[in-house]
């Protein structure tokens, strides 16, 4: 009988810190106003990087012709061509409606930022990004797919419930919202994702002997801004090797180190630390300015450890002297 009731009260502990990692109210909103307005500049700065070769990338005289990239598109899927035959239908021209997506794109990423319906804007801009990035899937890589995720985690987050233009202009007052759940959901997919991103190079043997290092700082697109010489490596290949295996610790260990706060601020350095190389190195800046986003919002914002408040018994004890106890 007592064993039960023993395994009952340690059932019912779990049960409560399980709760109160998910659902104990988290008033601290800092980490909600960084992430709307860095990931609304990002998308932003994106876009204006294509915008010059939006024709070559998105139209109709695209560099590969559409009918090729609609073999890997279901039909069901909203892509920019469908978008630019559905109005040519009504009359309206493809580069009216290039035009038209153009402004809205800008114009999205602009309420983002200033936090005029960041939900609702995240949406459309999500509906809107997924149509041009399935339409020429050929030419996207990981910055966006983050891209889509981060604008899904605009629209679960409250993020214009502080600091925003929608409150400024129709004087509201921030109504309390529990952000923790959503919160929760972020911080484990971004452990998960570092996670097997680590055991899938683990599981091969280029990143042992650092092959896959030699591999990636030699692409045609690495290495074009600074054009640092690392012909050096070629007879210090144990450098290759180290950075391999960094790489592998540093993603398979996040799930662990990144949680306790004893090891939170160091391995959140070590992480960017490791974005700003890939970002100098193989010049992908956006995918490692997301990732750094993804990595501060997460856990940098994270409140301190909250000092035990004695009890009023506790008090009443310490407050009488020593030798009355005695």
Known sequence: MNLNI?????????YHQIENFFFAKDHQTEFLIFFRISIGIIVLLQFFAVLPDFDK????NSIIPQDIMNVFTPEWLITFPKIIHFFEEFGISESTTTIMVKVSFITLCAFIITGFYSRISALALLILQIALLKGSSFFAYGADFFTSMSLFYLILFPC???????NYIFNKKSSEVNITPVKRLFQIHISIAYFFSGLDKMLGFNWWNGESIWKAIHLPYSNRDLSIDFTWLAEHSYFLIIIGWSTILIEMLYPIFMW???????WLFLTI?????????????YFSAIMIIWNITNFYFEQPETKKVPSLRETQRNSIPKQVIE
């Open 273 to 285: 630390s490791m974005h700003i190389g890939i970002a100098v190195v193989l010049n992908l800046y």
């Open 160 to 166: 214009d419930h502080r600091f925003s233009l929608k």
């Open 260 to 266: 306790f706060k004893a090891t939170q601020k160091t």
């Open 57 to 60: 990338l998105f139209s109709s």
């Open 6 to 14: 023993k395994m009952m009260k340690k059932l019912n502990l779990i």
